[in-house]
């Protein structure tokens, strides 16, 4: 059991950032730091869904990066992200700047030309803004946490910041929600979940990135939080009963609760909002099911179970959404499979047999461009990367040899990082596998990046920012 434990460890790394609990997370008063404002006071301030007052880039273009996976949580840019294909050969990459990275494998986020990243020292959980294109540091929030690893890990967070309007929202591997402002970091509102909620220490804590949906007159933050019953039992003992918390809502403007939904436990997937025959839905998949739910009021529209036997097994992928499809995937188990969600009841149109399975993803969130899945499959020691027929389940190609990847699509293209710190490029073939020649990212001339490289990248404005062990990098690749 410990082994499988320790194995999921890293799978959590890879998924919330995609994502080790607390045993009573308490955030103190954020500490003033140099370059960084005061935010001791515990009133919460004005929150606007609009734009923070000035964009700091001077590189043409339009694309930001502002959650876990990017604009829409699916790990693509626009087409319009790049006037044309890159090109290493021609164009190679270049580091452009580095600074130093703490505890954690959250992904950074970059809006409006700052980049927001969230890492943590001991105890001590730290956002800090940068200028995306220098790397200067604008501001510092900094607290601290009581947080006890289950296995010995770190109190890193593994949840991607999330950026919307002047408002930047962060989650910590303890389950403190917290909202500041973008221009200056002020600290608005907080709410530690794990006490109002009831959560249970989970296998590796709070991992799933929250999403910001704007409704008309509000901002809702939708977080995976999955609290129990006063007295319930510690998961490593066995199954932990739910109390209905699965998802909240959170306002925007003010922190309030909004509205609760789902009798489930939090997992490491992180929930996204998509555009089905002109509605928004809600898609999350939790610790044992499928949501379906409605954005305003959190109705749930449909439950699809997805989740293997094992009690030590989680779901970390976010669903992937294709009209009124979705695919699911996990690698302890069942493997993956697409739901149809045409119907009044969910109906499968496809899902992975016992053996041979098509793409049975531990970690990363496959990218889906034009009707094909590319994307992790296997576990630590046998993972391949794989093109696979979203409508058929159909395996295109499979190729072995990379570890542990992060995956990022923008026109008819791939990017891959590698979790010793290489970086690919592909074009995105359901014919034939045909990389770039490996490219050694550097923190510095002569310097290569030292890994392991788990957090997915970012990528905005032509700048790739990969978080390694110990640095955050920047590299041009325009």
């Not at 370059?35 to 009133?43: I, L, Q, T």
């Not at 609760?260 to 610790?287: I, K, W």
């Not at 305003?296 to 992937?320: C, E, M, Y």
Request: negative net charge; hydrophobic residues 40%.
């Amino acid at each position: 059991m410990r082994t499988l434990l320790l194995a999921l460890a890293a799978l959590c790394a890879f998924a919330a950032s995609a994502h080790c609990a607390p045993a009573s997370p308490l955030p103190q008063e954020p500490a003033s730091e140099a370059k960084a404002p005061s935010a001791k006071s515990s009133e919460p301030a004005k929150t606007s869904s609009q734009p923070a007052e000035g964009s700091l880039w001077t590189r043409p273009g339009s694309d930001d990066w502002p959650r876990f996976l990017g604009p829409e949580g699916d790990g693509r840019l626009p087409d319009t992200a790049f006037a044309e294909p890159l090109d290493f050969a021609a164009r190679p990459p270049e580091t452009l700047w580095s600074v130093p990275a703490g505890d954690g494998h959250a992904s950074p986020a970059v809006v409006d030309g700052r980049l927001f990243l969230f890492d943590a020292e001991g105890q001590t959980q730290r956002l800090t803004a940068y200028r995306a294109e220098s790397g200067e540091q604008l501001w510092r929030s900094s607290y601290e946490i009581r947080y006890r690893d289950y296995f010995g890990g770190d109190a890193g967070p593994k949840a991607t910041p999330t950026v919307t309007g002047d408002s930047v929202c962060t989650f910590d591997v303890g389950g403190t929600l917290r909202c500041h402002g973008v221009s200056d970091g002020e600290l608005r509102w907080q709410v530690d979940t794990t006490s109002k909620y009831g959560v249970r220490q989970n296998f590796f804590g709070a991992g799933s990135s929250p999403w910001a949906e704007s409704l008309g007159s509000k901002t809702l933050l939708f977080v995976t939080v999955g609290g129990s019953p006063a007295g319930s039992d510690d998961i490593l003992r066995g199954p932990v009963p739910a109390n209905g918390t699965g998802l909240i809502a959170f306002d925007l403007a003010t922190g309030e609760e909004d509205w609760r939904s789902g009798d489930e436990l939090a997992s490491y997937s992180s929930p996204v909002v998509r555009t089905v025959d002109g509605q928004r839905l809600g898609f999350a998949h939790l610790r044992d099911h499928l949501l379906v739910f409605q954005p305003a009021d959190g109705k749930i529209l449909h439950r699809f179970p997805w989740r293997a036997r094992n009690h030590q097994s989680v779901n970390a992928a976010t669903p992937v959404v294709q009209g009124s499809d979705v695919f699911l995937t996990e690698a302890y188990g069942p493997g993956a499979v697409v739901v149809s969600l045409a119907q009044a009841e969910p109906a499968v149109r496809w899902q992975d047999p016992r053996r041979d399975k098509a793409l049975a993803t531990r970690w990363i969130t496959p990218i889906l461009h034009q009707g094909i899945l590319y994307g992790a499959h296997g576990t630590s020691g046998s993972i391949q990367l794989r093109a696979v027929d979203f409508a058929t389940g159909k395996v295109q190609w499979s190729q072995r040899g990379l570890g542990r990847f992060s995956l990022l699509g923008f026109r008819d293209q791939l990017l891959i990082t590698t979790e010793d710190g290489q970086l690919l490029l592909l074009p995105a073939d359901p014919k034939t596998y045909r990389p770039s020649a490996p490219i050694q990212l550097q923190s510095a001339p002569s310097q290569d990046l030292i890994g392991p490289v788990w957090a997915p990248p970012a990528l905005a404005r032509g700048i790739l920012f990969v978080r390694g062990e110990r640095e955050l990098v920047a590299i041009d690749l325009r």
